[in-house]
């Protein structure tokens, strides 16, 4: 089994930063995806960025140059680096790591993360 556990949520003002943590333990494979998804309130989790185990990344419009996807292989550790932040990107993010395509795929509780105007 595996467990992902998130951290660095909280609540900014706009224009603000964050950074997100993300630790997975347990039977972990070494080649694998790690990413960043969010969801607000009424509307489907949506991508906001993956990173692959040779740290190729991949963003949504809406976050490219503002937010930074990087990983620690050695810890199994994802972060999400969130600069410029706008009340838009209040959301639930979650962390996922998946493998083998998405044959493996796991899930963090989840952090809220809140931008005031």
């Known amino acids: 089994q595996v467990q992902l556990v998130e951290s660095g949520g909280g609540l900014v003002q706009a224009g603000g930063s964050l950074r997100l943590s993300c630790a997975a333990s347990g039977t972990v494979f070494s080649i694998n995806v790690m990413g960043w998804y969010r969801q607000a309130p009424g509307k489907q989790r949506e991508l906001v960025a993956t990173?692959?185990?040779?740290?190729?990344?991949n963003y949504a419009d809406s976050v490219k140059g503002r937010f930074t996807i990087s990983r620690d292989n050695a810890k199994n550790t994802v972060y999400l680096q969130m600069n410029s932040l706008k009340p838009e990107d209040t959301a639930v993010y979650y962390c996922?790591?998946?493998?083998?395509?998405?044959?493996?795929?796991?899930w963090g509780q989840g952090t809220q993360v809140t931008v005031s105007s």
């Open positions: 990173i692959t185990h040779y740290s190729s990344a």
């Open positions: 996922n790591i998946r493998w083998n395509g998405n044959q493996y795929s796991y």
